[in-house]
């Protein structure tokens, strides 16, 4: 079966642009969570969505928002970036009580 | 709140037991965590334990979680060159979401 997928590998963007990250589950996930990973730093939490519902939001900036799909894929769009957005985005879907797993992330970065 | 605490490094021999230590801080029920993440990729979940168990293994992993000093430990027998990566520990809180809190990361090096 395949794992969680995400969208692009990597992406180089300019300071003040937008950019959408794209992530598919895990067949028969339904949550799906989002993080961001600074170097050195362990991964934190941006949101997760639930059937299509946000059911929990870190302490990220209006900037950064995401959906989820009827299909349980998922989308994260960060608008006006700056310099400190540059990080791997992470993708993590689970089911249940079990533990998330989690996608190879997306790296960003901002020039 | 959660917070998740890791030293930072750590270093053995090829052949040797690795052991990566974590403390955390909350109390309630919570299920803990230890993630694996080598370079240029995600996390990969190694295994995790229920707040209610005082030990699990699986092959050559063994956790060990002392609940009244909230330390959590991840043993790795016979360390071998590919064990080399970024282990996170990480809490999460039973009855709510399941969203895991991380730690830093041990960077596990592994030398011949």
């Known amino acids: 079966d395949a794992g969680v997928t995400q969208s692009p590998t990597h992406l180089i963007k300019t300071r003040g642009q937008q950019v959408t990250l794209r992530c598919s589950p895990i067949?028969?996930?339904?949550?799906v969570s989002w993080y961001q990973q600074v170097l050195g730093q362990g991964p934190q939490f941006i949101f997760q969505?639930?059937?299509?519902?946000?059911?929990g939001r870190g302490n990220f900036p209006d900037r950064f928002s995401a959906r989820q799909f009827p299909n349980y894929s998922s989308e994260l769009n960060v608008n006006a970036l700056l310099l400190g957005d540059s990080a791997l985005y992470l993708c993590?879907?689970?089911?249940?009580?079990?533990?998330?797993?989690f996608g190879d992330g997306t790296r960003l970065s901002i020039l | 709140g959660e917070d998740v605490e890791q030293s930072l490094f750590l270093s053995v021999r090829e052949g040797d037991s690795s052991v990566i230590n974590c403390t955390y801080t909350?109390?309630?029920?919570?299920?803990l965590y230890w993630y694996k993440q080598e370079p240029g990729a995600g996390l990969q979940l190694l295994t995790y334990?229920?707040?209610?168990?005082d030990m699990k293994q699986d092959q050559r992993l063994t956790v060990l979680l002392n609940k009244k000093d909230k330390h959590l430990s991840l043993r790795i027998a016979d360390t071998q060159t590919g064990d080399s990566a970024i282990y996170f520990c990480?809490?999460?809180?039973?009855?709510?979401?399941?969203?895991?809190?991380f730690g830093r990361g041990t960077s596990l090096i592994v030398h011949p």
């Open positions: 993590a879907s689970s089911v249940g009580n079990q533990p998330q797993h």
């Open positions: 067949s028969g996930h339904k949550s």
């Open positions: 969505y639930y059937e299509k519902e946000e059911r």
């Open positions: 909350d109390s309630s029920s919570t299920y």
């Open positions: 334990i229920f707040s209610n168990m």
């Open positions: 990480a809490e999460s809180i039973t009855g709510g979401s399941y969203i895991p809190t």
